[in-house]
């Protein structure tokens, strides 16, 4: 940005003046950049903030049906073990008579 040329009769308080005006005009368009700047960020943060809300529910949804499915399981196997269907031992099943 080109400083603006001032005319050789001001006096000097008139020139700090100018340049005290250029220089806030300056500084209040640097913030108004930051500022935006900052706002776009926030946005796709929470764009990703969002994204990861939903995936964090998701995978709470796949653990709490990981974990019916497990009780599922071994409730069977206790109902059928108590029943004398089936023992479990090592990797392999037989038949309790």
Not at 5 to 32: G, M, S, V, W
Not at 41 to 47: C, I, N, W
Not at 65 to 92: F, H, P, Q, Y
Request: a positive charge; proline letters at 2%.
């Amino acid at each position: 940005m080109k400083k603006p040329r001032l005319p050789r009769n001001t006096d000097k308080a008139e020139r700090k003046k100018e340049q005290n005006k250029t220089a806030a005009t300056r500084y209040r368009e640097k913030k108004k950049l930051q500022a935006a700047i900052i706002s776009v960020q926030e946005d796709e943060l929470e764009k990703v903030n969002d994204q990861l809300t939903a995936q964090r529910d998701d995978l709470q949804r796949q653990v709490r049906m990981c974990k019916e499915l497990l009780r599922a399981v071994m409730t069977d196997r206790k109902v059928k073990k108590e029943a004398g269907v089936i023992a479990w031992n090592g990797a392999s099943r037989r038949i309790v008579k």
